[in-house]
């Protein structure tokens, strides 16, 4: 999925499961893993599939996920 929607691959061996929770779409849950990926390569963005895309430092994620009205629980953010 990584790939197909930003041209990034990653290290199979390194992909685990954070959490997860509910989506605000019906009968739907949004899952977090974590994983090493090859952050050398250009992001190919699949505008049919994804908006956008972008490196970002933990400290900016774990920021963002404090912010009222985030949809990443803070437990997750702080996995990173």
């Given at each position: ?18 959490g997860s ?27 049919k ?32």
């Amino acid at each position: 999925e990584t790939f197909e929607e930003t041209g990034i691959t990653i290290d199979v061996d390194s992909v685990r499961y954070v959490g997860s929770q509910p989506w605000p779409f019906p009968q739907s849950c949004m899952i977090g893993f974590m994983a090493t990926a090859d952050d050398t390569l250009p992001l190919t963005i699949d505008e049919k599939e994804i908006v956008s895309a972008g490196w970002f430092d933990k400290s900016v994620v774990k920021v963002s996920a404090g912010v009222k009205g985030a949809t990443m629980q803070e437990k997750v953010a702080n996995e990173v």
